[in-house]
């Protein structure tokens, strides 16, 4: 039963590029949650999704990043035109349920640098 | 304003020795709150959850102690090895919402 797949593990984007991230969450797993991780910083919430819907993207800038999780296929974390403040590690995480109360399973992250 | 710390510094023990590390919260209620390991270039892996209404909670040679009157969480590793060194982060979950908030961690080395 693979985990959390996370790619490309890691991402090189000149300034002005687009990013794209994707998650597969892991086997029997609906529920999507996306991090931002900066150096020695803790891991910040950016958005939660359930198959097709945002629940919550109280975490997610305003401008130039978007998320999705399609009926079929991998979740996706959209950065357009990248500066150079994008650059961090980025993580996902699943759950087969709402995962309050319960443990999520986090991938191995992409990390993102901008140039 | 709301703000969950763990020690920024770095914990160094010896092997066999209790890590004991600290995780202290103001202006949040958490419902739960979680312990994960995190190494270098690695996602976090779940190690722990103790509800609010529980005192302590304990997993192999792992304790966690939730005190909600003084907003602490103490998070012990009994007879430490080095295979235990790695960043430990704390993790509240708040009643009512989807959001996740995350300590920075700490960093723990086990000296053989």
């Known amino acids: ?115 | 304003s709301q703000k969950i710390e763990q020690n920024s510094e770095a914990l160094n023990i010896q092997e066999g020795k209790t890590a004991t590390l600290t995780c202290n919260y103001t202006n949040y209620s958490p419902a739960y709150l979680q312990w994960y390991r995190q190494d270098p270039g690695r996602g976090p892996v779940f190690l722990l959850l103790i509800r609010e209404n529980e005192k302590e909670k304990r997993k192999e040679r792992l304790k966690v102690t939730f005190d909600t009157t003084l907003k602490q969480s103490l998070f012990h590793i009994t007879a430490s090895q080095p295979a235990d060194s790695a960043t430990y982060l704390c993790a509240l979950d708040m009643t009512g919402g989807f959001k996740t908030i995350f300590g920075a961690g700490t960093r723990l080395f086990v000296k053989a």
Not at chain 1, 38 to 63: A, R, T
Not at chain 1, 77 to 82: D, M, T, Y
Request: some cysteine.
């Open chain 1, 1 to 115: 039963n693979a985990g959390v797949m996370q790619n490309p593990r890691h991402l090189v984007r000149r300034r002005g590029q687009e990013a794209r991230l994707r998650c597969s969450p892991m086997k029997g797993h609906s529920h999507v949650y996306w991090y931002r991780q900066l150096p020695e910083e803790g891991l910040k919430f950016m958005v939660y999704l359930q198959k097709e819907n945002i629940i919550d993207e109280s975490g997610m800038p305003k401008e130039r990043f978007s998320a999705e999780f399609p009926k079929e296929g991998p979740s996706i974390l959209r950065i357009q035109q990248v500066v150079r403040g994008d650059s961090a590690a980025y993580f996902c995480a699943s759950s087969p349920i709402d995962r309050r109360g319960t443990e999520a399973f986090f991938g191995q992250g992409t990390r993102l640098t901008v140039v």
